[in-house]
Each structure stands twice: as C-alpha cells, then as structure tokens.
C-alpha cells in the first residue's frame, strides 16, 4: 500500500485547480448577482462595485511595493473581495466610505496578517464590520430598486422619499431623488416587537426572490444568487458541506421560533431568502482560508454560522447577522481544525 504512494512537495490538493482559477470561478459565479445589482440599482451599483473593486486592487498593489514583494494581483483575490464587500453595502452607500472599507479590507485584514492565506478572518466581513461600526446612518438607509415604486406594506408605512445631493455622493452637481425603505428583515424585526403585521411580511418571499426589495447590493435577488451558487457546485469550486450546514441550520432555528409564535416570527422561507443568508452560505463562509479543512469540521463550522445569524436575528438587537456570525467562526475555526484532524494520506499511524 506504501508503494503506491506518491510523495511530492505542498500544496496537495485533488483537483486541477489554482488560486487564480478558484478566484475565477467564484467571481464569475458571483455575475449574476453583479447583472442583478446593476439592473435594480442602475449607477449606483455600477459606481458602488468599480470603486470597490478598484480600491481594493490599488491597496493590495501598495503593501506590495511597501513590502516589497511580488505583485499578487494576478491570483484576483483582491477583486472578489471588493465584490463581495459592494455586495454587502447599501447602494447609495458614498464612494469615499466604499474606499475606506475597501482599504481596510485589504490593508488590515489581509496584507498586515500576510496576504492571502495568511488572514484569519475574512477581509470583506471584517471591513463591513469595521463600516457598521464607524458609520452610522450611512450603513442603514435603503434604496428601493429602481424598477419599483412606491410600496406600501399593509399596517406599515415604511417609505420614504428621500432628496439625496448627488455631490456628495458621486461628485455631480444635480439632485438625485431616491425612494427610501426598511429592508423585510426590518420589518420583521418590528413585528417580533409588536409594531407591525406578520402577514404582509411573509407574503415578501416572492418579491424577494425576484429582486423586489430593498437591501445590500448583493442580498437583493435570491434567484441570481442560487444561479451563481449552483455554478460553484457544479464546477466543485466549493463542496455543498458548508452552504447546506449554514441552511439548514437557519431554517430549523427558524422553524422553531416560528412554531412557537407564528404571529410573531417570519417563516423559515422568508429568512432563508432575505437578508444576506444565500450569499453567505455560497461565496462567503465558504472562503476557503477562513473555513476549516475537514468535511466534519465543515459542516460544524456552517451550522455554527447559521445558527448564529438566526440567534442575532430573532433575540439580539439587530436585524441581520451574517456578518458578526461569519467573523466569530472565523475566530473559532482553529479550534475545529484542532477537533476533526484530517486522516494522514496512508492511514492513521499505528501506536504502540
């Protein structure tokens, strides 16, 4: 058995695949979430995006001149991190917060623990955490998508027409009306506390599905979610472990709540497709330096980040989670790896 086995140098993986070609995978995986952004959101998503992207290579191409080390651009990690933090910003969100969150992203969570594969949280939650915390309102104002008008939920005036400076947001001189609105999971947080109807905030499964709700760039259309996800499945990018751990948790955490007060608590439908969850399960907890390296270790890891979102949803304060959820299994997934050891290649060692 010995015999057959071949000994090489790292890194040892079983597939025919690169750091650049996962990248790849992932952001193209992540394109129709970009066509959804851009479709419901016009410009803004398009300015969000490209300052992101950009920010993020530009300060990835500075610690490497600082560092003097080789450019690392090549591996395009850099610019799905961009990606996924648009993806978790408001739309009208101003691009001089998108460039320091980016920065941040990079420069403190990822270049100064190493570069890639070196950091231990992931750059993009880690920045948008950072974001939440520095900014304020700038974080929690909603844009409704552009292909909706005015909505109004019954027993829920949530609108609001906003007149947003377009000079203070992407340098034009002109006013920019904007409509204004609560995202479902703020909503839903205002029926557990008996501010509003549970009904009409159930029924928001279908228009979440399509893209029409308001929300973070990458959080408003389930179905170019799901595309994306299924590609990543399909080209084995990522294992399905991790998405199904974080899904299935949240929907048993889900189901319990809302069993036990229906008129209180969202089903679990509504809450595996508003919010961050489906973008979390597929491209973010399944960063592959930032998740653990064993099945079992995966699929603890997952169902500790589903169960932490649904926690921060149904009993913290806040309406959504991911983000919080994702950075504390971070900080917990060398201890898993430490727990569920992978088996060495010929067989545990024998023990005398």
Not at 200 to 208: D, E, G
Not at 238 to 253: D, E, G, K, Q, Y
Request: proline share 6%.
């Amino acid at each position: 058995m010995l015999s057959k086995i071949t000994v090489s140098p790292a890194p040892h993986i079983s597939q025919n695949l690169s750091t650049r070609g996962v990248m790849g995978d992932v952001i193209i995986g992540l394109a129709p979430a970009v066509a959804a952004a851009v479709w419901f959101f016009r410009f803004q998503a398009v300015w969000v995006i490209a300052t992101c992207v950009v920010s993020c290579m530009v300060s990835e191409w500075i610690c490497n001149v600082i560092r003097k080390k080789p450019n690392s651009l090549g591996d395009l990690s850099a610019i799905l991190t961009g990606l996924i933090l648009a993806f978790s910003l408001p739309p009208m969100i101003p691009l001089w917060a998108a460039t320091i969150g980016s920065a941040f992203a990079i420069v403190i969570t990822k270049m100064l623990f190493g570069g890639l594969g070196c950091n231990v949280f992931n750059p993009a939650m880690a920045a948008r955490a950072f974001m939440a915390a520095s900014l304020g309102a700038l974080m929690t104002t909603w844009t409704v998508p552009a292909t909706m008008g005015e909505v109004h939920y019954k027993g829920q005036d949530a609108n609001v027409l906003a007149t947003v400076h377009a000079e203070n947001l992407y340098g034009g001189s002109a006013e920019q009306a904007a409509l204004t609105q609560a995202t479902p999971l703020a909503w839903s947080k205002s029926a557990q506390k008996g501010k509003a109807d549970i009904q009409p905030i159930n029924q928001m499964v279908k228009p979440m599905f399509y893209g029409g709700v308001g929300g973070c760039l990458g959080e408003t259309s389930v179905l170019a979610l799901l595309i994306g996800g299924v590609y990543l499945l399909i080209r084995r990018t990522i294992s399905f472990h991790i998405p199904a751990a974080v899904l299935i948790a949240a929907a048993v955490f889900a189901s319990i709540f809302h069993l036990i007060s229906p008129d209180k608590y969202a089903t679990p439908a509504f809450h595996l497709f508003s919010g961050g969850m489906l973008i979390c399960a597929f491209f973010i907890a399944t960063d592959p330096v930032t998740a653990p390296l064993s099945v079992k270790g995966m699929w603890i890891f997952g169902a500790g980040v589903g169960a932490l979102v649904m926690l921060i949803r149904l009993v913290g304060e806040l309406p959504e989670g991911v983000m919080y959820a994702v950075l504390i299994m971070n900080a917990l997934t060398p201890l898993i790896d430490r727990a569920c050891k992978l088996v060495p290649a010929g067989g545990k060692p024998n023990v005398s």
